[in-house]
């Protein structure tokens, strides 16, 4: 993480990069578990951010990006009920669907932005990021300002 504080005037004045970068997913389960009613048995995941806090806006984006991930596991959820394990492969099955085959990973994209007090973020507009990084163009690894001035990752 790196963030640069301007001197404060009327509020919040900062610049935040934050990477996350591959993390083992079942340290992450117990948010899986109560976000998505779901587990893991292995998989990576990595998240990029930049923010910037400004006259009481934020502006930004969060970029997760998921890869080699195993939800359903014979052993792990043999205790789990039918309707449980099936859902398990179902969403196991929708991450393989939605895994961009040359970079082998699920990512999306979403936009952060408003005032301080009442961020969005929007829903079509992640669902349509994890699309296009599935079947049209991969969502690379990296913050995007670095990607944008050099044309790769640093």
């Known amino acids: 993480m790196t963030a640069r504080f301007r001197p404060e005037k009327k509020g919040p004045d900062f610049d935040l990069n934050l990477s996350l970068e591959n993390t083992d997913l079942r340290t992450l389960n117990d948010v899986l578990r109560?976000?998505?009613?779901?587990?893991?048995?292995?998989?990576t995941f990595?998240?990029?951010?930049?923010?910037?806090?400004?006259?009481?806006?934020?502006e930004g984006y969060v970029k997760?990006?998921?890869?080699?991930?195993?939800?359903?596991?014979?052993?792990q959820d043999r205790d789990k009920s039918l309707g449980r394990k099936i859902y398990e492969k179902v969403v196991e099955g929708a991450s393989k669907l939605l895994k961009n085959a040359?970079?082998?990973e699920v990512a999306t994209v979403a936009t952060i932005s408003g005032p301080?007090?009442?961020?969005?973020?929007?829903?079509?507009?992640?669902?349509?990021?994890?699309?296009?990084n599935a079947f049209f163009k991969a969502i690379l690894p990296g913050f995007d300002e670095q990607v944008r001035l050099t044309g790769r990752r640093k």
């Open 34 to 43: 109560a976000y998505g009613k779901f587990d893991v048995a292995a998989g």
């Open 102 to 104: 040359p970079r082998k």
């Open 46 to 58: 990595s998240l990029f951010s930049e923010l910037k806090v400004k006259d009481d806006r934020i």
């Open 116 to 132: 301080v007090e009442d961020v969005k973020a929007h829903t079509v507009e992640v669902v349509v990021k994890l699309l296009q």
């Open 64 to 75: 997760p990006l998921f890869a080699n991930v195993d939800v359903y596991d014979p052993a």
